[in-house]
C-alpha cells in the first residue's frame, strides 16, 4: 500500500474545501436557476472549443488543448504532488488535476479507493482506456456543497519501477461538475503524454 496515501488523502480534502469555498463564492451574488437550466446553459457555453490554448506540463511530461477562455493556475503541493486549476474566466464552469506520486502499479479500480476512502461515494464506476493510453477508473462521486462530480483517476506510467521494485508513477485526480463532463472528456482526447 503506498506510504503517501493517507498524505494524499488530506491533501485531495483539502483542495475539495479549496473547490467548495471557490465554487461557493462564485454563486452568491448569481440569480438562482434551477438545476437543469443550469446545465443547459453551461453545456452549451462549453461543448465546442474552436480557438485552443496548449497547456504544457514539462515537470510531469503532458499537455493538453483548453479553451482560450479559460485560465490555467497551477498550486504547488511540495513533495505530496501539484494541482493544476483549469477554469472559466468569470464562470464557475472549472475542473482541477490533482498529481502526486504514487507507489503501487495501475490501474486504480473503486476497491482499490474504497481501501482508503471508505466514505467517498463512487457511482456508476467504469474503468476505460484513455487516448492518451492510460486506464482510468472513471465515476461520479458527491460533494454536498456542490452536487455529483466527475472523477477521472488514474496512475501514469503504469509501469516501471526502481531497483528495489518500488513503482515510480503518478496518481492523476481529475476532478470537475457533472455538467461539464462531456468539456473534459474532449480535452482529455487532446492529452499527450511526451515519450
Known amino acids: 500500500m503506498s506510504k503517501n496515501l493517507p498524505i494524499i ?3 485531495v480534502l483539502l483542495l475539495s474545501g479549496a473547490l467548495i469555498f471557490i465554487f461557493s463564492n462564485k454563486y452568491r451574488d448569481k440569480e438562482q436557476i434551477s438545476s437543469s437550466e443550469a446545465e443547459q446553459i453551461s453545456a452549451s457555453e462549453t461543448s465546442e472549443f474552436h480557438e485552443q490554448s496548449e497547456y ?4 510531469y511530461g503532458f499537455s493538453f488543448n483548453y479553451p482560450q477562455d479559460f485560465t490555467v493556475a497551477e498550486f504547488g ?3 505530496d504532488g501539484d494541482t493544476i486549476m483549469v477554469q472559466k474566466q468569470g464562470s464557475k464552469d ?17 476497491e482499490r479507493v474504497l481501501e482508503d476512502l471508505p466514505d467517498m461515494v463512487i457511482k456508476n464506476p467504469e474503468q476505460r482506456v484513455l487516448k492518451n ?5 472513471i ?3 458527491e ?3 456542490l452536487g455529483e462530480i466527475r472523477e477521472i483517476w488514474f ?8 531497483s528495489n521494485g518500488v513503482h515510480n508513477g503518478y496518481l492523476y485526480q481529475i476532478s470537475t461538475y457533472k455538467e461539464l463532463d462531456s468539456l473534459v472528456a474532449k480535452i482529455l482526447e487532446t492529452w499527450k503524454f511526451q515519450e
Open 94 to 110: 472549472a475542473f482541477q488535476i490533482f498529481i502526486s506520486p504514487f507507489d503501487e502499479p495501475g490501474p486504480l479500480t473503486k
Open 77 to 79: 503541493e511540495g513533495e
Open 9 to 11: 488523502i488530506i491533501l
Open 139 to 141: 465515476f461520479f462521486s
Open 155 to 162: 496512475i501514469y506510467p503504469v509501469s516501471g519501477a526502481d
Open 143 to 145: 460533494e454536498p456543497s
Open 133 to 137: 493510453g492510460a486506464k482510468a477508473l
Open 56 to 59: 504544457i506540463s514539462t515537470k
